[in-house]
């Protein structure tokens, strides 16, 4: 499984993002797929994760309320939608595909090269 992340980009603090990611090479309909981020000199952090099925959607405490992760099986994609930025959401955003569904980035099997987000103040 390949996965592609794109989106990310220069906004302003309660500005709007969407980042998208795209899998290629094996179908990931039957994957948990995630979000995580990683700032400058810090660990990489759970942002958010959807199962195969779209239900029940964790997300993190940090971002509760402004972000909302989504995904289309028939296009292979999984979403994150980014509203009210702040610029502590300032970082690497990473897409992640596993089989089962987890807070963790040892959970997950596949990983995308990640796509940058910059919010300014």
């Known amino acids: 499984v390949q996965l592609q992340a794109s989106g990310g980009g220069l906004v302003q603090a309660g500005g709007s993002l969407r980042l998208s990611c795209a899998a290629s090479?094996?179908?990931?309909?039957?994957?948990?797929l995630a979000w995580f981020r990683q700032a400058p000199g810090k660990e990489r952090e759970f942002v958010s994760s959807?199962?195969?099925?779209?239900?029940?959607?964790d997300i993190s405490d940090s971002v509760k309320g402004r972000f909302t992760i989504s995904r289309d099986n028939t296009k292979n994609t999984v979403y994150l939608q980014m509203n009210s930025l702040k610029p502590e959401d300032t970082a690497v955003y990473y897409c992640?595909?596993?089989?089962?569904?987890?807070?963790?980035?040892?959970?997950?099997?596949?990983w995308g090269q990640g796509t940058l987000v910059t919010v300014s103040s």
């Open positions: 992640a595909a596993g089989i089962v569904r987890s807070p963790q980035p040892e959970g997950y099997e596949y």
């Open positions: 090479g094996r179908t990931v309909s039957r994957y948990a």
């Open positions: 959807i199962s195969w099925s779209g239900r029940n959607p």
